[in-house]
């Protein structure tokens, strides 16, 4: 009898972890991403995905197009787009889906850098760009590169910012697996299986809206800085923005199913290949993509411009601005000297 009574209790809350979680109402949260926008920011359409963009600067400069890193948004060029703005360059930023202000769910989101690189293509058709300065930084690094192999006309330079950005054929950097560098989760391949099984994917969505709150993208990023106090309170409310926008939650939980930066293939001899002027600047004591992968890709591209920050983690352009914005506006004028 015990033995039944036993297996009965076992059935009753297999049932309740099987089916209470889908009859439980989980109605949407979060606001409208319009209504978090900047007074200067506008969407567009790409790919029937909602994308939000950041312009300044002459409507006829020459176009700098900066691509935000995992699980940043536009704000990480906060400290950036005035100055090439100032300098009459058309400095254009925008979220990718689905960070920042964009779309956070829909079947289009790419998650592959071949496929980040084509949709970085039509927001440029978009934008009527027909080519630009490409600035990508960590995750972004990776998208621009995979953009130059595919749309090489489309670049007039390239700029790497801590970009995450290694040839597949290459063994992992300093054997760490290449986690940082890819844009990894650091998640179990079996998360994503778990995850595929609508129960589960349930409990994990009521687990993300009950234990992440806005200061969860903030509490990561501070290890992405040399000096965590740079993560400041203005820093943290402008980079938990996106985690209040409607569907956010859903957003994360696609990214556990395994939705991350997954790798193409891209070889060393196509990187090497590169015919645009190369600027790489790298923080010295970054911890999320080791300086060893700015290392390879100097070593890959001898004529870059190569300049490190000492004191500085990953976000080189946020901690040491003021010195990467004189070695960016530096390497553009040489640019702009070559293209005359």
Do not use: C
């Not at 949260?29 to 926008?37: F, I, M």
């Not at 890193?69 to 090439?84: M, P």
């Not at 027909?130 to 130059?148: D, H, K, P, R, T």
């Not at 994990?204 to 200061?215: E, L, S």
């Amino acid at each position: 009898m015990r033995k039944r009574r036993i297996i009965r209790l076992l059935f009753f809350i297999l049932l309740i972890i099987l089916i209470g979680p889908l009859l439980l109402p989980l109605p949407p949260v979060g606001v409208e991403a319009a209504l978090l926008a900047d007074p200067d920011g506008f969407f567009i359409t790409v790919d029937g995905l909602s994308t939000y963009v950041l312009a300044r600067g002459p409507e006829d400069g020459l176009p700098v197009l900066l691509l935000h890193g995992w699980g940043a948004s536009t704000f990480t060029w906060r400290f950036n787009q005035d100055a090439l703005a100032e300098a009459g360059y058309r400095a254009v930023a925008f979220d990718r889906p689905p960070y920042g202000l964009s779309a956070k769910t829909g079947a289009n989101i790419p998650y592959r850098p071949s496929a980040l690189a084509d949709f970085t293509a039509r927001v440029m058709d978009e934008l009527g760009l027909e080519n630009a300065i490409l600035v990508g930084q960590s995750q972004g690094g990776g998208v621009i590169g995979y953009f130059a192999v595919r749309y090489p006309q489309r670049v007039k330079a390239l700029v790497f910012v801590s970009g995450a950005l290694r040839p597949t054929d290459d063994p992992p950097p300093d054997g760490q697996g290449g986690g940082r560098v890819t844009g990894a989760l650091g998640m179990p391949s079996f998360v994503g299986t778990l995850l595929d099984f609508p129960p589960f994917a349930r409990w994990a969505q009521i687990g993300i809206r009950a234990f992440i709150k806005p200061d969860f993208a903030a509490s990561i990023l501070k290890s992405a800085y040399y000096d965590p106090a740079f993560m400041t309170p203005e820093a943290a409310e402008g980079y938990s923005r996106q985690l209040r926008v409607v569907g956010w939650d859903e957003a994360l939980l696609n990214q556990l199913r395994g939705g991350v930066f997954q790798a193409d293939p891209i070889t060393a001899e196509q990187i090497a290949s590169f015919t645009a002027p190369v600027m790489i600047a790298w923080g010295q004591d970054d911890t999320w993509v080791p300086i060893s992968v700015g290392e390879r890709l100097r070593e890959l591209l001898p004529g870059a411009v190569y300049v490190t920050y000492p004191n500085t983690g990953h976000l080189p352009q946020e901690e040491a601005a003021d010195a990467f914005n004189a070695d960016l506006l530096a390497f553009l004028r040489q640019v702009v000297g070559q293209q005359l």
